[in-house]
C-alpha cells in the first residue's frame, strides 16, 4: 500500500510539470511571419556591436531575408520562416537580451560559436520548443544555465564550451531525452549537492564536462549514459578512485579523458574492459603503484597519455601487443625498468614520450624498427650505452628527438646526417664525446640544436652554416676548441647562439655582425681574446642579452650594442675591456643586468652610466672610475646588488635619505674607495638589505644609531675606516647577522656582551681598535646560550684586561664538532639569483702573518685575543675547542702554565702563545696536533726539554726563543740529565773530546759561570734602557715596548693608502 502511495504521488507530480509545460508553450505559440522575423533580428542586431558581417540584415531587404540575408536559412518546406542561424565567427560582441526568441518559433539550429557574447542566457530560449542544435562555445557568457533550458525537449546537440557559466547545471538540462552531444567544458561549473538527483540522458553519446569546478564526488549519473562513445572530464577536483562502475557500464566508451581532476588509487585492471576504446587520457592524477599491463589487451587503442601519474615499477611489456598505437605518452612517472624491447613492436608510433622517469639500460635495438616517429622523447632518465648509428638510421622521419640529461656515452655517429626532416636535436646533459659530425650540416630544417653540457671536443664544424633554419644554438659546457667559424654569419634566422664555458680561443669572427635575427649571445668563460667589431648589435635590433665574461678580451665596447634599445642584459666582467661607456649603452633605458666588474674602464661614473630605470643588477668593481657616487643609483626601486668596489670613488655616500626609493636593495659594496663622510642612517633600515660592505675606506663619524627590529642583514663590513664612538645597541635587532667586521677603526667601547644574543652569529671582528675594560664586566657573558655559532672571533690589538672568560669562550659551540667530512669546499656567501654571490672578505693574523681571506670556508674556525693585557691561566675550557684552526693568544700577560687540554686541538694548524709569562714545561700532549705547522712560544718562561716527534721535529728555534731554561732539538742548548741513549753517547763523546784536546770540563764549567753573570748584568741594563740599540739589533733581540696610544685620524690616512694598495 505505501509502495502504490508513493507512485501514485511521483505520477501526480509528472502530470504536473507536464501541464504547467503545456500551459507554457500555448501562452507562447505565436504565428510566425517573415516579416516579423526580420524586425527581431534586425532590433538584435542593432544592440549589439556594429559588424560589417551583417550588413545585410536590414529592413530595407527585409523582404529577401530568405533568400540574401547572410547566415539565415527559412524552413525549406514553407522558406517563410527562419529555421537555422549559423553566426560562428562573425565577430560579434553583445548580449542576447535584445533577442525576441518567442518570435522565432521555428527556428532548429542556432550557432554563435567563436564570437564576443557577454551577459547571461535569457530563460525565454526555453521557448524554442523545436530547436536541435544550440551552440554557443566560445564566447564569455556568465552566470548560471536557466532551467529553462528543460523545456527544449527536442535538442540533439548543445555546447556551452569555453565561456564563464557557473553554479550547478539544473538536473533539467541533464534530463533532456533527446540530447546525444553535450559540452559543458572550459567553464566554472560546480557540483550540485546530490548528483544522485540527476537521471540518465538515455540518447547522450558525447559528454564533456572538462575544465571546470567540479568537486569531489564523481559524476554518478554518468554511469547511467550506457551509450556514451565519449567521456571528458578533465581539469577538475574529483578525489578517490574511478568507480569500477565506469569500467563495466560504458563498455561504448571511444575516447575517455580523465587527465588533471584529482583521481587517486591504483589503476583498475578492469580497464581492459574499455575494448572499444581508441584514446585513453589519465595524465596528471595520484594514481599509485604499476601501470597494469591489462592495458595491453585494449586492441584498438591509438592514443594512451599516463604521463605524470606517480606510476611506478615496469614498463609492461604488454604495451607491445598494442598494433595500432600512435601515440604513447608515459613520461613525468618513476618507472624504473629498462625501455621493453618489446616496444619495437608498435610500428604505427609517431610519437614515443617516456621521459622524466628512471629508466635504465641502453636503447634496445628493436626501436629501429619504428620508421613512422616523428617525435621521440627519452629526457631526463638514466639512460647509458651509445647512439649507434643502426639504431637511428630509420629514425628519418623524426621531427623531435630529445635524449638530454641522460647517461649516453661515446660519439654522435655522422648519420645523424640521416635525419633529414628533424627540427629539434637535444642531446644536453649527457656524457657525449668526441667531435660534432659535419654530417650535422645536411640537417637543414633544423629549429634548434641543444648540444651542451657534454664533452664534446674539437672545433665548431663549419657545416653548422647550412642551418640557414636555425633559431637556437646551445653548445655551452663542453671542450671545444679553436674559433668560433666565421660562417656563423650565414645564420640569418638565428636568435639564440651559447658556446659558454668551453676552450675556445682567438677572435669573435666579424660576422656575428651579420646576425639580423640575434636575441641572445653567451661566450662567457673561454679564452677568447682581441677586440670586438665595432658593428656588433648595430645591425640586431632584437639584442637583448650579450654575455662575454672571463676571456680576454680587450679594447673598447662595441657604441651599437643596444641599436634596437632592447638590451636586457651586458656582462663584460673578468677582461681587459677600457675607455668609457658606449653613449648607445648610457641611454639603453631597458638595462636590467650590468656587469662591467674586473676591468679597466674608467671616466666619472655619473657620465659613465645612464638612467635605468628597470636595472635590477649592477656590478662595476675593480675598474677606475672616479667621481662622487650618482644619487640616482639609490632611486631605482628594482635594484636589488649594487657593488662600486674598487674603485677611485670619492665624496660621500648618498645621505639624501627622503628620496630613497632603494626598497629592493639586497647587497651593496662600496668598499676599497676613498669615500669619505659619515655613514647614512638610511643604509641601516634598507627593508631587503642583507650585506652591508664598505670597508677600506676614509669614514668617519659613529655607526648608524637605528638598526630597526626585522631587518634581514647578513654581513656588516665597516672595518679600516676612522669610525669612532660606542657600539649601537640597536644591532642586537640584527637577527640574521652572520658576519661583523669593525676591526681598524677608533671605536670605543666595552664588549658588547649582548651582541651574543644574536645566535647566527658567526664572525665577529673587532680588531684594532678602543675596545677596553673585562670581559666579566659585560653583563650578557655568562649567558649560556650566547655566541652559539660564534667561529671567527677576532678582538686583537684593544685594550681588554682581566682574565681570559671561561665561562664565555664554553658558548662557542662553532668552535666545536665541526663537520669537516661535508664534500666540496663551501664559503660563507650571500646569493643572488645565480648571477653573482657576495663573499665576505676578513683578514687574519694566521701563521705568523696577516692573511687577507677573500671566502670564508664553512669549515674555517680562528681565535685571536692577542696585544692586548690579559692575563691569569690559559683557561683549561679551550681544549674543548676542538675544531679551531688557529688559536692566537701572544702579547697578553698571561701566566701559568700550558694546559695539557691543549693537546684535545687535534685540528690546530698555527698556535701563538709568545710574550707572555707563562712558565713550566710545554706540555707532551701538544705532540698528537698533527697538523700543528706553526708554533710560537718564545719570550715566556718555559724551561724543560722541548717535547719530540710529529710536528715538533719541524719547528726552528725562532718557535722557543726567550725562554732560558728551555733545552733540546733545535736549540743548541742540550738537557743535562737525560736518560736516552743519545744523551749518553752525546756525553761520553764530548768527554773524550775534552781529553783528546787538553781541554777538559771544569775550566768550560769557570768560564760558563763568568758568562751568565756578565749577560745577566748586561741584559738586564739594555732589557730595562733600550740601548744600545745597535748591540740589541746585533742579537736579534726584540725589545717589548709599551703600549703606546693610537695614532690619530690624520696620522692613519697614510696607513690607510698604503693598506688599500
Not at 564563464?164 to 533527446?178: D, E, R, T
Not at 629526457?379 to 628519418?396: K, M, P
Not at 645591425?539 to 641599436?563: A, E, I, Q, R
Amino acid at each position: 500500500m505505501a509502495t502504490f502511495e508513493r507512485d501514485h504521488c511521483v505520477l501526480n507530480h509528472v502530470l504536473f510539470h507536464i501541464i504547467i509545460a503545456s500551459t507554457f508553450f500555448l501562452s507562447l505559440k505565436i504565428t510566425a511571419s517573415p516579416t516579423t522575423e526580420a524586425q527581431v533580428l534586425v532590433k538584435w542586431k542593432n544592440s549589439l556591436v556594429y559588424t560589417p558581417f551583417l550588413n545585410s540584415w536590414s529592413l530595407s531587404n527585409i523582404h529577401n531575408l530568405c533568400s540574401s540575408w547572410d547566415a539565415v536559412v527559412c524552413d525549406k518546406t514553407t522558406n517563410t520562416t527562419v529555421s537555422e542561424i549559423y553566426l560562428s565567427g562573425f565577430d560579434l560582441s553583445g548580449t542576447l537580451h535584445g533577442l525576441d526568441f518567442a518570435s522565432l518559433p521555428n527556428l532548429t539550429h542556432l550557432d554563435l560559436n567563436h564570437n564576443s557574447f557577454i551577459g547571461s542566457i535569457p530563460p525565454q530560449i526555453g521557448s524554442l520548443s523545436k530547436l536541435i542544435f544550440l551552440d554557443f562555445g566560445s564566447n564569455n557568457f556568465s552566470g548560471t544555465v536557466p532551467y529553462e533550458m528543460g523545456h527544449l525537449r527536442e535538442l540533439e546537440y548543445l555546447s556551452f564550451y569555453d565561456n564563464s557559466f557557473n553554479g550547478a547545471i539544473s538536473y533539467q538540462v541533464i534530463s533532456l531525452p533527446k540530447v546525444c552531444y553535450l559540452d559543458f567544458g572550459g567553464n566554472y561549473f560546480a557540483s550540485p549537492p546530490h548528483w544522485s538527483d540527476y537521471s540518465c540522458m538515455p540518447s547522450l553519446t558525447h559528454l564533456d564536462l572538462s575544465s571546470n569546478s567540479f568537486t569531489p564526488e564523481f559524476p554518478s549519473f554518468i554511469m547511467k549514459c550506457h551509450n556514451l562513445t565519449f567521456l571528458d572530464l578533465s581539469q577538475n577536483y574529483f578525489n578517490g578512485t574511478i568507480p569500477e562502475s565506469l569500467y563495466t557500464n560504458l563498455a561504448k566508451l571511444q575516447y575517455l579523458n580523465l587527465s588533471g581532476c584529482g583521481m587517486e588509487g591504483p589503476l583498475s585492471s578492469n580497464i581492459s574492459k574499455l575494448s572499444n576504446l581508441k584514446e585513453l587520457g589519465m595524465g596528471d592524477n595520484n594514481f599509485t603503484g604499476p601501470i597494469p599491463m591489462e592495458i595491453g589487451f585494449i586492441a584498438g587503442l591509438q592514443i594512451l597519455e599516463l604521463h605524470n601519474i606517480s606510476a611506478r615499477g615496469e614498463i609492461p611489456s604488454s604495451l607491445g601487443q598494442l598494433m595500432q598505437l600512435r601515440f604513447l605518452d608515459l613520461g613525468g612517472n618513476f618507472l624504473n625498468s629498462s625501455i621493453p624491447l618489446e616496444l619495437g613492436s608498435c610500428i604505427h608510433l609517431t610519437c614515443l614520450d617516456l621521459s622524466g622517469n628512471n629508466l635504465s639500460g641502453p636503447l634496445p635495438f628493436s626501436l629501429s624498427n619504428l620508421t613512422k616517429l616523428s617525435e621521440l622523447v627519452l629526457s631526463y632518465n638514466s639512460i647509458s650505452g651509445q647512439l649507434s648509428a643502426s639504431l637511428i638510421s630509420n629514425w628519418t622521419e623524426l621531427i623531435i628527438l630529445q635524449l638530454d640529461h641522460n647517461l649516453l656515452t661515446g660519439k654522435v655517429p655522422p648519420e645523424i646526417g640521416l635525419l633529414k626532416k628533424i627540427e629539434y636535436l637535444l642531446l644536453c646533459s649527457n656524457e657525449f664525446s668526441g667531435h660534432i659530425p659535419k654530417e650535422i650540416g645536411s640537417m637543414r630544417e633544423m629549429i634548434m640544436l641543444d648540444f651542451s653540457q657534454n664533452h664534446f671536443s674539437g672545433t665548431i664544424p663549419s657545416t653548422i652554416s647550412n642551418l640557414t633554419n636555425i633559431e637556437v644554438i646551445n653548445l655551452f659546457m663542453n671542450e671545444h676548441t679553436g674559433t668560433i667559424p666565421r660562417e656563423i654569419g650565414n645564420l640569418k634566422s638565428l636568435h639564440y647562439f651559447d658556446a659558454s664555458r668551453n676552450n675556445l680561443e682567438g677572435e669573435l669572427p666579424n660576422s656575428i655582425a651579420q646576425l639580423t635575427a640575434l636575441e641572445y649571445f653567451s661566450v662567457f668563460s673561454n679564452n677568447l681574446s682581441g677586440s670586438i667589431t665595432r658593428d656588433f648589435g648595430k645591425y640586431s635590433p632584437n639584442l637583448t642579452d650579450v654575455y662575454l665574461s672571463n676571456n680576454n678580451f680587450s679594447g673598447l665596447l662595441p657604441p651599437d650594442l643596444c641599436s634596437g634599445m632592447m638590451l636586457y642584459g651586458l656582462t663584460v666582467s673578468n677582461n681587459s675591456f677600457s675607455g668609457i661607456f658606449p653613449k648607445s649603452l648610457r641611454n639603453c633605458s631597458t638595462l636590467t643586468i650590468i656587469r662591467l666588474d674586473d676591468n679597466h674602464f674608467s671616466g666619472n661614473i655619473t657620465e659613465a652610466l645612464g638612467v635605468y630605470p628597470s636595472l635590477r643588477f649592477l656590478d662595476l668593481r675593480s675598474n677606475e672610475f672616479t667621481g662622487n657616487i650618482p644619487h640616482r643609483f639609490f632611486r631605482l626601486a628594482n635594484l636589488t646588488f649594487l657593488d662600486l668596489s674598487n674603485n677611485n670613488l670619492s665624496g660621500s655616500i648618498p645621505n639624501d635619505c627622503e628620496t630613497f626609493n632603494a626598497s629592493s636593495l639586497e647587497i651593496l659594496n662600496l668598499s676599497h674607495n676613498n669615500l669619505t663622510g659619515t655613514i647614512p642612517q638610511c643604509l641601516a633600515t634598507l627593508p631587503s638589505l642583507t650585506v652591508l660592505d664598505l670597508h677600506m675606506n676614509n669614514l668617519y663619524g659613529t655607526l648608524p644609531r637605528i638598526f630597526p627590529k626585522g631587518n634581514v642583514l647578513d654581513t656588516i663590513k665597516l672595518n679600516g675606516n676612522f669610525l669612532e664612538g660606542a657600539l649601537p645597541k640597536s644591532l642586537a635587532h640584527c637577527t640574521k647577522l652572520r658576519v661583523l667586521d669593525l676591526g681598524e677603526n677608533s671605536i670605543e667601547d666595552i664588549f658588547p656582551s649582548w651582541l651574543g644574543l644574536l645566535q647566527e652569529l658567526q664572525v665577529l671582528i673587532l680588531r684594532a681598535n678602543k675596545f677596553y675594560g673585562t670581559f666579566n664586566n659585560s653583563s650578557n657573558f655568562r649567558d649560556a646560550h650566547a655566541f652559539p655559532n660564534l667561529r671567527v672571533f677576532d678582538v686583537s690589538n684593544n685594550y681588554f684586561s682581566g682574565s681570559l672568560p671561561v665561562s664565555f669562550l664554553k658558548n662557542f659551540q662553532g668552535m666545536m664538532n665541526v663537520n669537516y667530512t661535508q664534500s666540496g669546499l663551501q664559503y660563507m656567501s650571500s646569493n643572488y639569483s645565480g648571477l653573482a654571490s657576495y663573499f665576505a672578505s676578513i683578514v687574519v693574523n694566521m701563521k705568523d702573518q696577516s692573511v687577507q681571506l677573500v671566502k670564508i670556508l664553512m669549515t674555517f674556525t680562528t681565535m685571536d685575543l692577542s696585544n692586548n693585557s690579559f692575563e691569569g691561566e690559559i683557561p683549561q675550557v679551550i681544549g674543548e675547542l676542538d675544531s679551531l684552526k688557529g688559536l692566537n693568544l701572544s702579547h697578553n700577560r698571561i701566566t701559568g702554565t700550558i694546559p695539557q687540554t691543549l693537546g684535545n686541538l687535534r685540528n690546530l694548524e698555527w698556535l701563538d702563545l709568545s710574550w707572555n709569562q707563562i712558565r713550566g714545561e710545554i706540555p707532551l700532549a701538544l705532540t698528537n696536533l698533527n697538523f700543528l705547522s706553526v708554533l710560537n712560544v718564545s719570550q715566556n718562561q718555559l724551561e724543560g726539554a722541548i717535547p719530540t716527534g710529529g710536528q715538533f721535529n719541524t719547528f726552528q728555534n725562532y718557535s722557543y726563543g726567550g725562554n732560558a731554561m728551555l733545552c733540546g732539538f733545535p736549540l743548541t742548548k742540550s738537557c743535562s740529565g737525560g736518560n736516552d741513549d743519545n744523551e749518553h753517547a752525546s756525553s761520553s763523546s764530548t768527554f773524550e773530546d775534552e781529553e783528546k784536546f787538553g781541554f777538559g770540563w771544569k775550566p768550560v764549567a769557570v768560564g760558563y759561570a763568568c758568562g751568565v753573570v756578565v749577560g745577566v748584568l748586561l741584559g738586564c741594563y739594555f732589557f730595562y734602557t733600550g740601548k744600545p740599540q745597535w748591540l740589541a739589533r746585533l742579537l736579534g733581540i726584540r725589545i717589548p715596548n709599551k703600549r703606546v696610544k693610537r695614532k690619530n685620524n690624520k696620522n692613519r690616512v697614510h696607513v690607510n693608502h698604503r693598506r688599500m694598495n
